[in-house]
T-cell receptor
Framework: NAGVMQNPRHLVRRRGQEARLRCSPM?????VYWYRQLPEEGLKFMVY????????ESGMPKERFSAEFPKEGPSILRIQQVVRGDSAAYFC??????????????FGAGSRLTVL | SQKIEQNSEALNIQEGKTATLTCNYT??????LQWYRQDPGRGPVFLLL?????KEKRKERLKVTFDTTLKQSLFHITASQPADSATYLC?????????FGAGTILRVKS
């Protein structure tokens, strides 16, 4: 039973290029969350998605960032025209909203983006 | 806006002692709060969940308390081991998402 799979694990982009990060949730999970972690800082919420729907994008920058979770395939976090400040670890987490009514998150290993 | 504070300094303790980590939150009342462990270069791993109507929760050597009056959660590791060295993250729920504290680094020395 594979956990949350993220790829690529490491991504290097030059300023102005696009970065696409992919996340396949745990089997049976239909809720996906993206978080960003800067060095020496905590996890910052970006977006919460269910299949084909964005539920909460209150943490997403208004420009250049977008996320989707299509009916088929992984969730994708897309960053257009990357800048050096986008360099960070991006974590995806999934949950199935258990019978307890609480969303315990299972995290992937993260995708580390470096912008040159 | 919501604010979550965890011990900003690393906690260094001797093997076998009890480690106590603090999480304080302001400006909201979470229905539950979770604790996660994060090792360098890896994603966080869920440890414990405690609800607002629960005072204490235990799992093996771990214990969490939740004081909604003080707006504080304490996380205890008893009989600590070097393998417990990691960053511990407090995460109160805010609506449909978890909001994470910056974490406390715990170092257990043998």
């Amino acid at each position: 039973n594979a956990g949350v799979m993220q790829n690529p694990r490491h991504l290097v982009r030059r300023r102005g290029q696009e970065a696409r990060l992919r996340c396949s949730p745990m089997k049976g999970h239909s809720h996906v969350y993206w978080y960003r972690q800067l060095p020496e800082e905590g996890l910052k919420f970006m977006v919460y998605l269910q299949k084909e729907n964005i539920i909460d994008e209150s943490g997403m920058p208004k420009e250049r960032f977008s996320a989707e979770f299509p009916k088929e395939g992984p969730s994708i976090l897309r960053i257009q025209q990357v800048v050096r400040g986008d360099s960070a670890a991006y974590f995806c987490a999934s949950s199935g909203w258990g019978s307890s009514g609480a969303n315990v998150l299972t995290f992937g290993a993260g995708s580390r983006l470096t912008v040159l | 806006s919501q604010k979550i504070e965890q011990n900003s300094e690393a906690l260094n303790i001797q093997e076998g002692k009890t480690a106590t980590l603090t999480c304080n939150y302001t400006n909201y009342s979470p229905a539950y709060l979770q604790w996660y462990r994060q090792d360098p270069g890896r994603g966080p791993v869920f440890l414990l969940l405690i609800r607002e109507n629960e005072k204490e929760k235990r799992k093996e050597r771990l214990k969490v308390t939740f004081d909604t009056t003080l707006k504080q959660s304490l996380f205890h590791i008893t009989a600590s081991q070097p393998a417990d060295s990691a960053t511990y993250l407090c995460a109160p729920v805010d609506g449909n998402k978890l909001v994470f504290g910056a974490g406390t680094i715990l170092r257990v020395k043998s």
